[in-house]
Protein backbone atom coordinates (compact mmCIF):
# COMPACT_ATOMS: atom_id res chain seq x y z
CA UNK A 1 0.00 0.00 0.00
CA UNK A 2 2.21 2.90 -1.04
CA UNK A 3 1.58 6.66 -0.45
CA UNK A 4 3.12 8.73 -3.06
CA UNK A 5 3.07 12.50 -3.76
CA UNK A 6 3.28 13.71 -7.55
CA UNK A 7 4.76 16.82 -7.27
CA UNK A 8 5.13 19.45 -9.89
CA UNK A 9 4.23 22.72 -11.46
CA UNK A 10 0.56 23.70 -13.08
CA UNK A 11 0.02 21.76 -15.83
CA UNK A 12 2.97 19.30 -15.26
CA UNK A 13 0.28 16.11 -15.64
CA UNK A 14 -0.23 15.34 -11.86
CA UNK A 15 -3.73 15.50 -12.57
CA UNK A 16 -3.89 12.80 -15.44
CA UNK A 17 -1.07 10.54 -13.63
CA UNK A 18 -2.92 10.34 -10.46
CA UNK A 19 -6.28 9.30 -12.36
CA UNK A 20 -4.68 6.30 -14.02
CA UNK A 21 -2.88 4.98 -11.09
CA UNK A 22 -6.62 5.35 -9.17
CA UNK A 23 -7.50 3.08 -12.24
CA UNK A 24 -4.52 0.51 -12.63
CA UNK A 25 -3.81 0.03 -8.86
CA UNK A 26 -6.31 1.02 -6.96
CA UNK A 27 -5.37 4.35 -5.42
CA UNK A 28 -6.85 6.78 -3.98
CA UNK A 29 -6.38 10.53 -5.21
CA UNK A 30 -6.12 13.13 -3.04
CA UNK A 31 -5.86 16.44 -4.75
CA UNK A 32 -6.56 19.69 -2.56
CA UNK A 33 -7.60 21.62 -6.00
CA UNK A 34 -9.95 19.20 -6.61
CA UNK A 35 -11.32 19.27 -2.79
CA UNK A 36 -11.57 23.41 -3.12
CA UNK A 37 -12.82 23.94 -6.53
CA UNK A 38 -15.63 21.47 -5.13
CA UNK A 39 -16.15 23.44 -2.47
CA UNK A 40 -16.93 26.53 -4.56
CA UNK A 41 -19.09 24.13 -7.11
CA UNK A 42 -21.22 23.79 -3.69
CA UNK A 43 -21.19 27.30 -2.66
CA UNK A 44 -19.91 26.59 0.59
CA UNK A 45 -18.55 28.81 3.24
CA UNK A 46 -14.81 27.49 2.76
CA UNK A 47 -15.31 28.25 -0.77
CA UNK A 48 -16.19 31.73 -0.64
CA UNK A 49 -13.57 31.97 0.79
CA UNK A 50 -10.69 30.67 -1.61
CA UNK A 51 -12.63 31.45 -4.66
CA UNK A 52 -11.10 35.18 -5.08
CA UNK A 53 -7.56 33.67 -4.39
CA UNK A 54 -7.30 31.28 -6.37
CA UNK A 55 -8.81 32.70 -9.41
CA UNK A 56 -5.84 34.74 -8.69
CA UNK A 57 -3.52 31.92 -8.95
CA UNK A 58 -2.00 32.33 -5.60
CA UNK A 59 -2.15 29.54 -2.67
CA UNK A 60 -4.50 29.26 -0.05
CA UNK A 61 -3.77 28.95 3.24
CA UNK A 62 -1.67 25.97 5.39
CA UNK A 63 -4.19 25.62 7.75
CA UNK A 64 -6.99 25.37 5.03
CA UNK A 65 -5.51 22.76 2.83
CA UNK A 66 -4.25 20.67 5.72
CA UNK A 67 -7.30 20.28 7.52
CA UNK A 68 -8.88 18.85 4.08
CA UNK A 69 -5.97 16.36 3.83
CA UNK A 70 -6.64 15.24 7.45
CA UNK A 71 -10.21 14.88 7.13
CA UNK A 72 -10.02 12.34 4.00
CA UNK A 73 -7.11 10.80 5.15
CA UNK A 74 -9.59 9.39 8.16
CA UNK A 75 -11.47 7.67 5.33
CA UNK A 76 -8.05 5.42 4.45
CA UNK A 77 -7.35 3.57 1.30
CA UNK A 78 -6.46 0.69 0.68
CA UNK A 79 -4.28 1.01 -2.58
CA UNK A 80 -2.62 4.23 -1.02
CA UNK A 81 -2.81 7.88 -0.86
CA UNK A 82 -1.66 9.73 -4.54
CA UNK A 83 -1.10 13.18 -2.61
CA UNK A 84 -2.09 15.34 -5.70
CA UNK A 85 -1.17 19.38 -5.61
CA UNK A 86 -0.47 18.67 -1.71
CA UNK A 87 2.18 19.54 0.04
CA UNK A 88 2.77 22.56 -1.89
CA UNK A 89 4.78 24.66 0.65
CA UNK A 90 7.67 23.16 3.56
CA UNK A 91 4.97 23.96 6.24
CA UNK A 92 2.38 21.50 4.42
CA UNK A 93 5.16 18.79 4.25
CA UNK A 94 6.06 19.15 7.75
CA UNK A 95 2.37 18.48 8.75
CA UNK A 96 2.21 16.07 6.45
CA UNK A 97 5.19 14.32 7.88
CA UNK A 98 3.84 14.61 11.23
CA UNK A 99 0.19 13.11 10.00
CA UNK A 100 2.10 10.12 8.78
CA UNK A 101 3.96 9.23 12.13
CA UNK A 102 0.10 9.61 14.09
CA UNK A 103 -1.59 7.65 11.89
CA UNK A 104 1.38 4.85 11.48
CA UNK A 105 1.84 5.31 7.77
CA UNK A 106 4.81 5.81 5.09
CA UNK A 107 5.65 7.52 2.48
CA UNK A 108 6.96 5.93 -0.03
CA UNK A 109 7.96 8.07 -2.84
CA UNK A 110 8.34 11.22 -3.69
CA UNK A 111 7.54 11.76 -7.94
CA UNK A 112 8.61 15.09 -9.10
CA UNK A 113 7.18 15.39 -12.87
CA UNK A 114 9.72 17.55 -14.46
CA UNK A 115 8.63 19.65 -17.69
CA UNK A 116 9.36 22.98 -18.96
CA UNK A 117 7.42 26.26 -18.42
CA UNK A 118 6.56 26.58 -22.19
CA UNK A 119 4.71 23.39 -22.39
CA UNK A 120 3.10 24.31 -19.05
CA UNK A 121 0.97 27.22 -21.25
CA UNK A 122 0.24 24.76 -23.97
CA UNK A 123 -1.21 22.04 -21.65
CA UNK A 124 -3.13 25.03 -19.56
CA UNK A 125 -5.08 27.06 -22.22
CA UNK A 126 -5.90 23.64 -23.78
CA UNK A 127 -6.95 21.53 -20.85
CA UNK A 128 -10.76 20.51 -20.55
CA UNK A 129 -12.30 18.38 -18.05
CA UNK A 130 -15.37 17.02 -17.41
CA UNK A 131 -17.45 18.13 -15.16
CA UNK A 132 -19.15 14.41 -13.66
CA UNK A 133 -16.00 11.82 -13.56
CA UNK A 134 -13.30 14.58 -13.61
CA UNK A 135 -11.94 13.32 -16.26
CA UNK A 136 -8.86 15.43 -18.10
CA UNK A 137 -8.46 16.13 -21.49
CA UNK A 138 -6.59 18.29 -23.87
CA UNK A 139 -7.40 20.18 -27.12
CA UNK A 140 -4.59 19.36 -29.36
CA UNK A 141 -3.24 16.56 -27.23
CA UNK A 142 -6.28 14.52 -25.77
CA UNK A 143 -9.33 15.13 -27.08
CA UNK A 144 -12.55 13.64 -26.37
CA UNK A 145 -13.76 10.60 -29.24
CA UNK A 146 -16.91 12.07 -29.53
CA UNK A 147 -16.60 16.07 -29.54
CA UNK A 148 -18.74 17.73 -26.49
CA UNK A 149 -18.76 14.36 -24.93
CA UNK A 150 -16.64 12.67 -21.63
CA UNK A 151 -15.10 9.04 -23.27
CA UNK A 152 -15.62 7.76 -19.67
CA UNK A 153 -18.79 8.28 -18.37
CA UNK A 154 -20.66 9.82 -21.59
CA UNK A 155 -21.17 13.34 -19.77
CA UNK A 156 -21.72 16.00 -21.63
CA UNK A 157 -20.60 18.75 -19.07
CA UNK A 158 -17.51 19.12 -20.44
CA UNK A 159 -15.55 22.64 -18.29
CA UNK A 160 -12.72 24.70 -18.67
CA UNK A 161 -10.87 26.08 -15.64
CA UNK A 162 -11.36 29.56 -14.33
CA UNK A 163 -7.62 29.64 -13.16
CA UNK A 164 -6.77 28.15 -16.94
CA UNK A 165 -5.33 31.26 -18.62
CA UNK A 166 -1.80 32.95 -19.39
CA UNK A 167 -2.64 35.58 -17.23
CA UNK A 168 -3.22 34.00 -14.03
CA UNK A 169 -0.86 30.54 -15.20
CA UNK A 170 2.21 33.58 -14.73
CA UNK A 171 1.20 33.83 -10.76
CA UNK A 172 0.48 30.28 -10.23
CA UNK A 173 4.23 29.47 -11.76
CA UNK A 174 5.73 32.30 -9.66
CA UNK A 175 4.02 30.76 -6.45
CA UNK A 176 5.31 27.37 -7.87
CA UNK A 177 8.72 27.97 -7.67
CA UNK A 178 8.92 29.88 -4.80
CA UNK A 179 6.48 28.49 -2.22
CA UNK A 180 6.57 24.59 -3.75
CA UNK A 181 9.98 23.73 -5.44
CA UNK A 182 12.17 24.17 -2.03
CA UNK A 183 10.19 21.06 -1.56
CA UNK A 184 12.27 18.88 -4.40
CA UNK A 185 15.57 19.23 -2.18
CA UNK A 186 13.47 18.47 0.92
CA UNK A 187 12.36 14.84 -0.05
CA UNK A 188 15.57 14.74 -1.58
CA UNK A 189 17.77 15.24 1.56
CA UNK A 190 15.13 12.28 2.78
CA UNK A 191 16.27 10.09 0.27
CA UNK A 192 12.63 10.11 -0.85
CA UNK A 193 12.69 11.96 -4.27
CA UNK A 194 12.45 10.05 -7.98
CA UNK A 195 12.34 12.18 -10.94
CA UNK A 196 10.26 11.57 -13.94
CA UNK A 197 9.73 13.30 -17.52
CA UNK A 198 6.56 15.24 -17.68
CA UNK A 199 7.54 16.13 -21.27
CA UNK A 200 7.07 12.40 -22.78
CA UNK A 201 4.05 10.96 -23.67
CA UNK A 202 0.86 10.89 -21.01
CA UNK A 203 1.54 6.47 -21.09
CA UNK A 204 5.64 6.49 -20.98
CA UNK A 205 5.21 8.93 -17.95
CA UNK A 206 2.88 6.65 -16.95
CA UNK A 207 5.40 3.49 -17.13
CA UNK A 208 8.06 5.55 -15.86
CA UNK A 209 6.10 6.16 -12.82
CA UNK A 210 5.11 2.76 -12.29
CA UNK A 211 8.50 1.89 -12.27
CA UNK A 212 9.18 3.82 -9.21
CA UNK A 213 6.44 2.32 -7.39
CA UNK A 214 7.49 -1.17 -8.52
CA UNK A 215 10.93 -0.30 -6.84
CA UNK A 216 9.22 1.28 -3.32
P1 LIG B 1 -4.55 22.45 -8.55
O1 LIG B 1 -5.91 22.07 -8.98
O2 LIG B 1 -3.74 21.52 -7.73
O3 LIG B 1 -3.75 22.90 -9.85
P2 LIG B 1 -2.21 22.81 -10.24
O4 LIG B 1 -1.22 22.30 -9.28
O5 LIG B 1 -1.98 24.17 -10.76
O6 LIG B 1 -2.14 21.67 -11.22
P3 LIG B 1 -3.02 21.47 -12.44
O7 LIG B 1 -4.30 20.77 -12.06
O8 LIG B 1 -3.18 22.76 -13.20
O9 LIG B 1 -2.10 20.55 -13.34
P4 LIG B 1 -1.77 19.01 -13.34
O10 LIG B 1 -0.32 18.84 -13.03
O11 LIG B 1 -2.75 18.21 -12.53
O12 LIG B 1 -1.96 18.73 -14.90
P5 LIG B 1 -3.07 17.88 -15.69
O13 LIG B 1 -2.90 16.43 -15.44
O14 LIG B 1 -4.44 18.46 -15.50
O15 LIG B 1 -4.61 23.83 -7.74
C1 LIG B 1 -5.43 24.91 -8.13
C2 LIG B 1 -5.37 26.01 -7.07
O16 LIG B 1 -5.87 25.51 -5.81
C3 LIG B 1 -3.96 26.56 -6.75
O17 LIG B 1 -3.57 27.57 -7.66
C4 LIG B 1 -4.18 27.10 -5.32
O18 LIG B 1 -4.85 28.35 -5.34
C5 LIG B 1 -5.12 26.07 -4.71
N1 LIG B 1 -4.42 24.97 -4.00
C6 LIG B 1 -4.50 23.64 -4.34
N2 LIG B 1 -3.74 22.90 -3.50
C7 LIG B 1 -3.16 23.78 -2.63
C8 LIG B 1 -2.25 23.61 -1.55
N3 LIG B 1 -1.78 22.40 -1.20
N4 LIG B 1 -1.85 24.73 -0.85
C9 LIG B 1 -2.33 25.95 -1.19
N5 LIG B 1 -3.19 26.17 -2.22
C10 LIG B 1 -3.61 25.09 -2.93
O19 LIG B 1 -2.56 18.16 -17.20
C11 LIG B 1 -2.65 19.46 -17.78
C12 LIG B 1 -3.02 19.33 -19.28
O20 LIG B 1 -1.94 18.70 -19.97
C13 LIG B 1 -4.26 18.46 -19.54
O21 LIG B 1 -5.01 19.01 -20.60
C14 LIG B 1 -3.68 17.09 -19.95
O22 LIG B 1 -4.55 16.40 -20.86
C15 LIG B 1 -2.38 17.49 -20.60
N6 LIG B 1 -1.31 16.49 -20.36
C16 LIG B 1 -1.04 15.86 -19.19
N7 LIG B 1 0.03 15.04 -19.32
C17 LIG B 1 0.45 15.18 -20.61
C18 LIG B 1 1.52 14.61 -21.35
N8 LIG B 1 2.39 13.73 -20.81
N9 LIG B 1 1.68 14.98 -22.65
C19 LIG B 1 0.82 15.88 -23.23
N10 LIG B 1 -0.22 16.45 -22.57
C20 LIG B 1 -0.40 16.10 -21.28
Known sequence: MPNIILLGPPG????????RLEESRGMVQLSTGDMLKEAIAKGTELGRRVEGI?????????EIVIGLIEAKMKDGARGGFIFDGFPRTLNQAD????????TGATLDSVIEMQVDDAALVARITGRFTCGNCGAVYHDVTHPTKVAGTCDVCGSTNLKRR????????KTRLMEYYKKTSPLIGYYYAKGQLSAVD???EVEAVAEAIAKVLDKA
Not at 95 to 102: D, F, H, K, P, S
Not at 162 to 169: R, V, Y
Open 12 to 19: AGKGTQAK
Open 54 to 62: MARGELVTD
Open 95 to 102: ALGELMTR
Open 162 to 169: ADDNEETL
Open 198 to 200: GLA
